[in-house]
C-alpha cells in the first residue's frame, strides 16, 4: 500500500510553496510588526486566488478545484512554513468549508464563487473567554423570534473581524445550538481591538439582541451541534497543520544555523549536546507530522477522527514548546535577535500551542475515551 502523498497533493504542495516562498520573506514580514500595518498581504492573497489555491477545497461549479481537506491542509502546512499574512484558517477552514458542508444552496451561490476569487474574505469567531471548546459555546445565546434568531453574548480573538463580509459563529439555544453566519455591520455588533503576539488583527466581538435572519442560519438544534462539533475538530486539525509547518521551518533553519557556526573553531553542529537535541527536535516534527495526518486523513474521508484530532491537538502543543526553546538556544542569542527571523516563528509556535489549550487537559479527555472504551482502532 502507497502511503505517500497523490500526485494532485504534491501539485497543490509544490504550487503553494513555490508562491509563499517567492512571496513571504523576512523583510516583507518586518512591515507588520509591532502593528505598523494590517497583517494581511493583499497582493499574495490575490495570486493565491489566480493561482486557485483559495479554491482548493470548494466544489467545481463554484469556481474551484474540487479538492478535499487533505489537499486544504497541505496548503495549511506551507502557510506556517513562511508564517505567511494571510486570513487562510479563518477564511477557508472555519467558515468556507462550513458553507459548503452544511450549508443551503442559495448560502452556497451566495458565498463560495466570492470565496474562491477572494473577492468575499469570511471569518470565524470560535473562541469565549473560559471557554477551550468552540462546540460548546456558553457566553452567547440565542432565542428564536419568527424566522430569524436574536442572539446575545461574547467571543474573543475574532481574527479579520473587521474587514470581514460574515463571521461564523455558534449560539447555545433552548434545543442545541445555532450556527450562523453574522454581518460584522449588523446592528447591536460591537467591535473592540485586540492585541496579539503575532500582530494578526483580532477582535472582540459584541452581541446586544442581533437580529440573524433565516437566510443566514446554517444549522439549528441537533444538527447544529454536529456541525460545530465538526468545526472545531476541522479547525483544530488545522491548526495542527500550521504549527507542523512553523515547527518544521524553525527546526531546519536551527540545523542550517548549527551546521555553520563555529565556537572554538569547530562547528557547533558536532557537539554532542547539540546534535541530541536536534535530533530530538527532528523525532518530534515527524511525530507531530504523522498524527497531523492521521487525523486530516480521517477527516478527509469523512470517518470519525475524535480520538486521531485530540492525539494531534496534544503533538502540536508540546512539540511547538519544545522546538520553540531548542531553537532559541541552539542559536545563542541570535535566537532573540530581532534582526533575525527566529524570533517570529517562536512567537508563533507558542500562540498556536497556547490556542490549542491545555495538552495536559486534552490528554485527561482522552484518557477518559480509553478508559471508556471510546477510543479504539477501527
Known amino acids: 500500500m ?25 523583510e516583507s514580514l518586518s512591515q507588520y510588526d509591532d502593528y505598523k500595518a494590517e497583517r494581511f498581504d493583499r497582493d499574495l492573497w490575490k495570486k493565491l486566488a489566480q493561482a486557485g489555491l483559495l479554491g482548493v477545497a470548494i466544489d467545481e461549479e463554484y469556481g474551484g478545484m474540487g479538492f478535499g481537506f487533505f489537499e486544504l491542509a497541505l496548503l495549511l502546512e506551507e502557510a506556517g512554513r513562511t508564517i505567511a499574512p494571510l486570513p487562510l484558517m479563518s ?50 445565546t440565542a432565542k428564536a423570534e419568527g424566522d430569524s434568531l436574536v442572539i446575545s453574548g461574547e467571543k474573543t480573538n475574532v ?28 446592528e447591536g455588533v460591537t467591535l473592540s481591538a485586540q492585541q496579539v503576539t503575532t500582530y494578526e488583527p483580532q477582535f472582540v466581538l459584541t452581541l446586544d439582541n442581533v437580529r440573524v435572519d433565516a437566510a443566514d442560519i446554517l444549522a439549528t ?27 518544521d521551518k ?5 540545523a542550517s544555523y548549527t551546521a555553520e557556526r563555529k565556537q572554538f573553531g569547530v562547528l557547533i553542529s558536532t557537539f554532542q549536546a547539540v546534535g541530541h537535541r536536534a535530533a530530538n527536535c527532528f523525532i518530534d516534527v515527524e511525530c507531530l507530522r504523522l498524527n497531523t495526518y492521521q487525523a486530516i486523513s480521517r477527516l478527509d474521508g ?44 517562536c512567537l508563533w509556535l507558542r ?10 487537559k486534552t490528554l485527561a479527555k482522552l484518557g477518559k475515551r480509553i478508559a471508556a472504551g471510546e477510543a479504539f482502532c477501527s
Open 2 to 26: 502507497d502511503f505517500g502523498f497523490s500526485e494532485q497533493q504534491r501539485d497543490v504542495q509544490n504550487l503553494a510553496r513555490d508562491i509563499l516562498n517567492d512571496n513571504v520573506s523576512a
Open 91 to 140: 477564511h477557508l477552514i472555519s467558515a468556507a468549508l462550513p458553507i459548503q458542508k452544511f450549508g443551503s444552496d442559495v448560502q452556497k451561490q451566495q458565498w463560495l464563487p466570492g470565496v474562491v476569487s477572494g473577492e468575499s474574505l469570511l471569518t470565524a469567531a470560535l473562541s469565549e473567554a473560559y471557554n477551550d471548546d468552540p462546540a460548546q459555546p456558553w457566553l452567547t
Open 159 to 186: 481574527p479579520f473581524a473587521h474587514i470581514a463580509n460574515r463571521i461564523l459563529l455558534a449560539a447555545k439555544t433552548s434545543d442545541g445550538l445555532a450556527v450562523v453566519l453574522l454581518d460584522p455591520k449588523a
Open 221 to 247: 438544534g441537533v444538527d447544529g451541534q454536529a456541525a460545530m462539533q465538526w468545526i472545531a475538530e476541522c479547525s483544530t486539525v488545522a491548526l495542527c497543520a500550521h504549527q507542523l509547518g512553523a515547527s
Open 250 to 254: 524553525a527546526m531546519r533553519m536551527t
Open 302 to 345: 469523512g470517518l470519525d477522527a475524535t480520538n486521531e484530532v485530540q492525539i494531534a491537538k496534544i503533538w502540536a502543543g508540546d512539540v511547538g514548546h519544545r522546538v520553540s526553546y531548542a531553537a532559541q538556544h541552539l542559536h545563542g542569542g541570535a535566537g532573540i535577535d530581532r534582526d533575525y527571523p527566529l524570533w517570529r516563528y
Open 351 to 360: 500562540h498556536n500551542e497556547i490556542a490549542l489549550g491545555s495538552s495536559a
